[in-house]
């Protein structure tokens, strides 16, 4: 008789069920594997999750950090396409002859990655500029923008350890460490409101001498 292994469900994080701690203690990690709940997902599933609640988290909370936080991400990957891009263009005039037809596709896909290319440059020229000039610079411009990133994350865990806190005193009531970053991101937004507004009732009281 042939037995038959059970198949494990793969299932994992990809929205903002996700508990908000895990989120928050695992942001910026490379290793992904924090997101699975069981079986096996692909690296792909895990990184096309990871992005889904990345985006999802940050335009929700639509601040002004967050704005920027994502704006140093599209950066990166930018700055990453220019890159991977340029650098197959040059492999592939190093090491295929150009005809002249060729040479034209090869010289416009560098001039729409941003390389600027002056009348009458050779191609042995071009590829010259390119690797010591324009791929050293944005790949240095990489770096950066990475520890940008890197910076702005660790800030956000510091953010949301503060914005627990807060939240906890306005309301008066403990939150669980397994909530999920849509409740959190609700709960923020109400004990917000809910400070403001009683804020407001206070300079109310004061202006009217209660």
């Not at 560098?110 to 071009?126: F, M, N, P, W, Y």
């Not at 610079?137 to 520890?147: F, N, V």
């Not at 923020?188 to 407001?200: V, W």
Request: proline share 2%.
């Amino acid at each position: 008789m042939r037995l038959f292994k059970k198949k494990v469900k793969v299932e994992y994080w990809k929205d903002l069920q996700i508990p908000a701690a895990l989120f928050f203690y695992n942001l910026g990690k490379d290793d992904l594997s924090y997101l699975t709940i069981s079986g096996k997902p692909t690296e792909e599933q895990l990184t096309q999750a990871y992005d889904d609640i990345y985006d999802a988290y940050f335009d929700k909370r639509a601040s002004k950090k967050s704005r920027i936080l994502l704006e140093t991400r599209n950066k990166i990957a930018v700055l990453i396409l220019k890159i991977e891009t340029v650098k197959t263009i040059i492999k592939f005039a190093v090491e295929f002859p150009l005809t002249d037809e060729l040479r034209d596709q090869l010289i416009k896909g560098l001039v729409k990655a941003g390389v600027r290319i002056k009348d009458g440059e050779s191609t042995r020229e071009v590829i010259v500029k390119v690797s010591e000039q324009y791929l050293p610079s944005w790949e240095t411009e990489l770096q950066i923008e990475k520890g940008n990133l890197k910076d702005e994350e660790e800030k956000e865990v510091v953010s949301y350890e503060t914005s627990l806190e807060i939240i906890s005193d306005i309301k008066n009531r403990h939150y669980p460490e397994d909530m999920s970053l849509e409740r959190f991101l609700s709960a923020e937004k109400s004990a917000f409101d809910l400070n403001r507004k009683r804020a407001q009732e206070q300079l109310k009281n004061k202006r009217n001498g209660k």
